[in-house]
C-alpha cells in the first residue's frame, strides 16, 4: 500500500474543499488578512485586528470582490463579523468539539500577499489565555507557520473542519488561534442559533499578523 500516495491525496482533497471558504480582508490601506465564510448567505469571521478602521473589501476565491457590513467586533477576543451581499456560498463546518493535543492542524491564509497557502503541523495545547479585561478565552497553540496575511484564515483538522481562527505568532515555530468553540459563542451573540452552523476600541496590538 502506498501510504504516502494515499496521505497526500487525502490533504489534496481537504485543501481543494477549503479554498472555496477562504477569503481575502482588506481593511486597512497596506495589508490585510484572511477570512472564512462562516455562512451560504454572507456572513464572513475575521479576526478584529485584520478589519480595522475602514470598510473592508472582501475577496472571494472567484476573484469577485464585495463591500462588507461590519456586524459586530469584539476587540477583546480578536473576532468580527462581516456580512457581504452574495448567496450559494460555501461555509466552513466548525468542528463539533474541541481538537486533541497530538491532532494534525492545517491553516490557511495570504501570507505575505501569497493567496490560498496552507500550512501543516499538530495541535500542541490547548490553553486558557487571560483577556485584556480579565475574561478567560480559550486558545489553540500548534507549530503550523503562520505569517502575516494567516489573521483571520481558518485552523481546520484532518476532516477539513474549523478547529481555530489564525491569529498570532508566539514566537519561534509556535502559533495561536481562537478556539472555534470561542468563534461560535461570539456568532451566537450576535446573529443567534441560526448562523451557528458554524464601542470601538484598538485590538490586541503586540505579536498579532
Known amino acids: 500500500m502506498d501510504f504516502n500516495g494515499s496521505f497526500n491525496k487525502v490533504i489534496e482533497e481537504l485543501v481543494m474543499n477549503v479554498l472555496p471558504s477562504l477569503v481575502i480582508v482588506r481593511g486597512h490601506r ?30 472571494l476565491n472567484d476573484e469577485s470582490e464585495h463591500e462588507a457590513r461590519l456586524i459586530s467586533r469584539s476587540p477583546e477576543e480578536d473576532l468580527a463579523l462581516l456580512k457581504i451581499d ?57 507549530d503550523a507557520p503562520l505569517a502575516p496575511g494567516n489573521s483571520g484564515g481558518p485552523l481546520v483538522n484532518s476532516r477539513g473542519q474549523v478547529i481555530g481562527i489564525n491569529a498570532m505568532i508566539m514566537g519561534g515555530d509556535q502559533s495561536l488561534a481562537i478556539s472555534v468553540q470561542a468563534a461560535r459563542n461570539f456568532v451566537l451573540k450576535v446573529v443567534g442559533e441560526e448562523k451557528i452552523g458554524v464601542g470601538d476600541q484598538q485590538p490586541i496590538p503586540e505579536g498579532v499578523l
Open 30 to 59: 497596506f495589508g490585510g488578512g484572511a477570512g472564512m465564510i462562516w455562512s451560504a448567505d454572507g456572513l464572513v469571521l475575521t479576526n478584529n485586528h485584520v478589519v480595522g478602521r475602514r470598510k473592508p473589501i472582501i475577496k
Open 86 to 142: 452574495a448567496s450559494d456560498l460555501k461555509p466552513l463546518e466548525p468542528a463539533p468539539e474541541n481538537p486533541r493535543v497530538g491532532e494534525l492542524a492545517f491553516a490557511f491564509g495570504h501570507p505575505w500577499g501569497q493567496r490560498n497557502s496552507v500550512t501543516r503541523g499538530i495541535v500542541s495545547a490547548l490553553l486558557n489565555a487571560k483577556t485584556s479585561q480579565g475574561r478567560t478565552l480559550p486558545v489553540i497553540r500548534s
